[in-house]
């Protein structure tokens, strides 16, 4: 679109525990300009944010939910959000590991 001027992808986990209804925490993001390659191949990439369990909600959490979303950047215009339509949730495991897991 011409009135693209970039766009802001961003990747959130959300999550339910007992003191709050509703947890959200970004994992990644990135900006794509106008004119550069679009191609996203993240397939064995770490997270850009640490992702910190306040409390031990996450420990054997059973339905964590994962969602790309992305902002369009205008050049002139309203800044629409537009959230995805594939989410994937995933179980966390039962015990916290104190080394990186390769």
């Not at 802001?8 to 004119?35: H, M, S």
């Amino acid at each position: 679109n011409w009135n693209v001027k970039q766009l802001f992808l961003y990747l959130t986990a959300e999550y339910e525990t007992p003191n709050n209804k509703l947890n959200q925490v970004v994992l990644w993001d990135k900006i794509i300009l106008r004119g550069e390659n679009a191609l996203l191949d993240y397939r064995s990439m770490n997270t850009k944010y640490y992702f910190w369990d306040d409390g031990n909600g996450l420990l054997n959490h059973q339905n964590v939910t994962m969602t790309l979303s992305w902002n369009i950047i205008p050049n002139a215009g309203n800044l629409p959000r537009i959230m995805s339509s594939g989410k994937h949730s995933f179980s966390f495991p039962d015990a916290y590991t104190t080394s990186r897991v390769m």
